[in-house]
């Protein structure tokens, strides 16, 4: 008798402000690689320690917009940095995440961390035309016209 395989679980994280078509391609493309998918959406104190402001949408905001999403299983408070704690935590099997990470020395050392689980990092595409932190700035300027 074969046994089925275990659904393979994924994992992406972001803070996912200002919604847009960056994040909505690594959220589907991520799902194509698994068949359980995990997002954990940035908290508002996690946030605003790393870059330095709140997000413009509040943390239940974000969360309820990436619950909503069709390729999204499951969404967590992503509250620390920890990947690896995150992959003990939820048991996922692939973690995914932009290319512009690729062959960063913390990424490699998660890597080689994870793997040692079974576990791996998949990097995909990084939309380069569009960012949160692009939208904020352009806000910023049209505040001053």
């Not at 959220?27 to 690689?33: E, V």
């Not at 967590?76 to 973690?95: I, N, P, S, W």
Request: a neutral charge; glycine letters at 6%.
């Amino acid at each position: 008798m074969i046994r089925p395989v275990a659904p393979v679980i994924g994992y992406a994280c972001g803070v996912f402000d200002m919604f847009h078509i960056g994040h909505l391609n690594l959220l589907q493309r991520a799902r194509a690689h698994c068949d359980h998918l995990i997002v954990g959406v940035t908290s508002d104190a996690l946030a605003a320690q790393r870059k330095g402001q709140r997000p413009v949408a509040s943390e239940a905001e974000r969360m309820a917009i990436v619950a909503a999403l069709r390729c999204v299983d499951q969404v967590v408070a992503q509250t620390d940095m920890d990947k690896f704690r995150a992959c003990e935590r939820l048991g996922y099997h692939r973690l995914f995440v932009g290319d512009d990470w690729q062959g960063h020395p913390d990424w490699v050392a998660l890597e080689a961390q994870l793997a040692q689980v079974g576990a791996q990092v998949i990097y995909f595409p990084y939309t380069k035309e569009v960012s949160s932190t692009q939208l904020r700035a352009y806000l910023d300027r049209m505040e001053g016209v």
